[in-house]
């Protein structure tokens, strides 16, 4: 038989192959050459065509034999290839598994970590950025325990933290070491509160002194000032005022499933109104109480130390929960709605449940130390250039924010000394160049 004819079977080799139910056909075109047939039980080998090389022989493909060979070559064995190909090792190379070829990650800047049966997929830059921030705030606290009067030589510093027992204990434990942990922990739940505020809205122009937060509880705190009410009245009073703010923020900005620009206009509303109604309070009252609210909108950490920080991180180790999945959630805010919905998430239920932890940290810190400003709108920006991220990163953020207070709390204290200036003096000589800075910046982009 010449290359390129079929193979035929005789007639008395058995019954025609396209009628046995056992074996069946198997016709394969293979070029110029033409169908190949496979024969029956009783029948020769079958032939194959293939180009002009002639003709190919498969052993054994016969019966129930070679329809089980035929169907472990190109079923099981198939689908297995296939699976491994596309399946097990396609998923584990794409979530940076262990089992994607060659055992690393097919995921850019991402690696993951394995600690027992947990595993937790990070991004290489932010754990970097992390760490550095977490340096340089152990710096700064360090310089701050040590600059003032007198002045503590950086060893005994540490000395005095190990509790190894220096002359200069009462100066660095009891005097400066209160109000570094206040300023440490204040700036962290900025930050937190900032990065929230800012991924709900989509505009890193929110934080919590922009959308009325701020405002709210400084009114409040400025009535029990000026009302003269007690002193340790003040702080439930501005926790109650920045609560009541974000109600009412929340009842102008919930249609349209709180959309972001609605959200943004009703906190610049709301943050107009009750700023309006503070000066009234304020011009009305005696001008020493006047003086203390005045102090008190400005955001200070004099006179302060572990009860406001204990207030603080009791809230934020209350909602470390909340905070951790808010550290997963803020991965869906760039999405649209319908986008968000098409992946079986809630974004309504998400966006009110960040804004919701995030006006309620905002409202605990600002009733502790005073409204601050500045802190909670740069900290989120800068650590997202920092990681050069998508959205604010959560613990970047943090620990920015708390670098920050701290650093502006020891250059109050210590640039125009002995005269000291409020902390939020400082965060507002920072955010004003910030904001120029992102002027200059957009302008390019928006021509």
Not at 82 to 102: E, R
Not at 336 to 359: F, H, K, N, Q
Not at 408 to 419: H, I, N, Q, V, W
Request: include cysteine; charged fraction near 10%; charge should be positive.
């Amino acid at each position: 038989m010449t290359a390129g004819r079929p193979a035929e079977a005789s007639g008395t080799a058995g019954p025609d192959p396209a009628a046995d139910p056992v074996a069946g056909p198997t016709r394969a075109a293979s070029g110029a050459a033409g169908p190949a047939r496979a024969a029956a039980p009783a029948a020769g080998p079958a032939r194959v065509a293939s180009g002009a090389a002639g003709p190919a022989r498969a052993a054994d493909a016969s019966g129930a034999a070679g329809a089980a060979r035929v169907a472990d070559a190109s079923g099981a064995a198939g689908a297995a290839r296939v699976a491994d190909a596309s399946g097990a090792a396609g998923l584990a190379a794409a979530a940076g598994l262990p089992g994607a070829p060659g055992g690393t990650s097919r995921l850019p800047g991402r690696s993951l970590l394995r600690v027992g049966p947990v595993s937790l997929l990070i991004r290489r830059r932010a754990t970097l950025v992390a760490a550095v921030l977490t340096v340089l705030l152990l710096l700064a606290v360090v310089l701050s325990l040590s600059l003032g009067t007198p002045y503590v030589a950086p060893a005994d510093v540490l000395r005095a933290l190990s509790g190894a027992g220096t002359p200069y204990d009462l100066v660095v434990l009891d005097l400066r070491l209160p109000r570094v942990v206040l300023a440490a922990v204040a700036g962290a739940a900025f930050g937190v509160a900032g990065t929230l505020i800012q991924s709900v809205a989509r505009n890193p122009l929110a934080s919590p002194d922009v959308i009325g937060i701020t405002q709210g509880a400084g009114l409040a705190a400025t009535v029990a000032l000026t009302s003269g009410a007690a002193a340790v009245l003040v702080a439930p009073s501005a926790l109650v005022g920045g609560l009541l703010a974000a109600v009412l923020l929340f009842a102008l900005g919930a249609r349209h499933g709180l959309a972001a620009q609605r959200f943004v206009l009703a906190g610049v509303a709301v943050a107009f109104a009750f700023r309006a109604l503070t000066e009234v309070v304020m011009l009305t009252a005696d001008p020493i109480d006047g003086l203390r609210a005045q102090i008190w909108l400005i955001g200070t950490l004099a006179g302060k130390g572990w009860t406001e920080a204990a207030w603080i991180a009791g809230t934020l180790a209350v909602l470390l929960p909340v905070l951790a999945w808010a550290g997963w959630a803020l991965n869906s805010t760039a999405l649209d709605d319908d986008t968000a919905r098409g992946v079986g998430l809630r974004p309504v239920a998400r966006r009110i449940g960040l804004a919701g932890t995030g006006v309620l940290v905002a409202a605990m810190v600002t009733a502790q130390v005073g409204a601050v400003d500045f802190v909670a709108l740069v900290a989120p920006q800068l650590a997202r250039r920092l990681v050069r991220a998508e959205r604010p990163p959560l613990v970047c953020a943090a620990l920015l924010g708390a670098l920050l207070l701290v650093l502006a709390d020891l250059a109050g204290r210590r640039l125009f000394a002995p005269t000291q200036l409020p902390a939020g003096v400082l965060t507002a000589a920072i955010g004003g160049p910030y904001l120029i800075f992102l002027l200059l910046r957009g302008r390019p982009r928006s021509s």
